[in-house]
T-cell receptor, first 113, second 112 residues
Framework: NAGVTQTPKFQVLKTGQSMTLQCAQDMNHEYMSWYRQDPGMGLRLIHYSVGAGITDQGEVPNGYNVSRSTTEDFPLRLLSAAPSQTSVYFC????????????FGQGTRLTVV | DAKTTQPTSMDCAEGRAANLPCNHSTISGNEYVYWYRQIHSQGPQYIIHGLKNNETNEMASLIITEDRKSSTLILPHATLRDTAVYYCIPRGGSSNTGKLIFGQGTTLQVKP
């Protein structure tokens, strides 16, 4: 049982490049979300999804796109990377709205130069 | 989303109980109180959650006041490996999004 898997673990991008951070879960969870964590700060919600085909914006959505075509996958797309997007990105999933815990991946450390 | 207030930092002696308070006075009636911790830059780790009653598991105990406006996470015998940032997060309720809104948390330093 892999849980929540994020790839890649590390990435360096040049300003203006685009890329997709992958998140996959094998627990058949309906709820998934993306967070970013800047140095010394708490996690901030970027986008979230309550099921396949349904996504919504979180606290800091600008510069990021998401889609949810399957229950298992929730990719995060950086359209045109900027140095301000240098951060650690975490993906999470849960089976319901609040009664059970959310599981987190181990993160993707992204550096934009 | 309900707001939370936690101390910025706390120290605890190894082997002693660590009591981490959280104020969540705007929590709605059907929101759970969740506690997560983050060690270094690893993914947040679930500790415990509760709605109204006190809860205990193998990691910790959660005490929720009767008016649900505050709670306390108790690590009964803190070890050096419990040094981490601890987050108290209301979650659930009528929003039906499953999302977690993190505050700044409490940095717990367990000292030998």
């Amino acid at each position: 049982n892999a849980g929540v898997t994020q790839t890649p673990k590390f990435q360096v991008l040049k300003t203006g490049q685009s890329m997709t951070l992958q998140c996959a879960q094998d627990m058949n969870h309906e709820y998934m979300s993306w967070y970013r964590q800047d140095p010394g700060m708490g996690l901030r919600l970027i986008h979230y999804s309550v099921g396949a085909g349904i996504t919504d914006q979180g606290e800091v959505p600008n510069g990021y796109n998401v889609s949810r075509s399957t229950t298992e996958d929730f990719p995060l797309r950086l359209l045109s990377a900027a140095p301000s997007q240098t951060s650690v990105y975490f993906c999470a999933s849960s089976s319901d709205n609040g009664g059970t815990e959310a599981f987190f991946g181990q993160g993707t450390r992204l550096t934009v130069v | 989303d309900a707001k939370t207030t936690q101390p910025t930092s706390m120290d605890c002696a190894e082997g002693r109980a660590a009591n981490l308070p959280c104020n969540h006075s705007t929590i709605s009636g059907n929101e759970y109180v969740y506690w997560y911790r983050q060690i270094h830059s690893q993914g947040p780790q679930y500790i415990i959650h509760g709605l109204k009653n006190n809860e205990t598991n193998e990691m910790a105990s959660l005490i929720i006041t009767e008016d649900r406006k505050s709670s306390t996470l108790i690590l009964p015998h803190a070890t050096l490996r419990d040094t981490a940032v601890y987050y108290c997060i209301p979650r659930g309720g009528s929003s039906n999004t499953g999302k977690l809104i993190f505050g700044q948390g409490t940095t717990l330093q367990v000292k030998p």
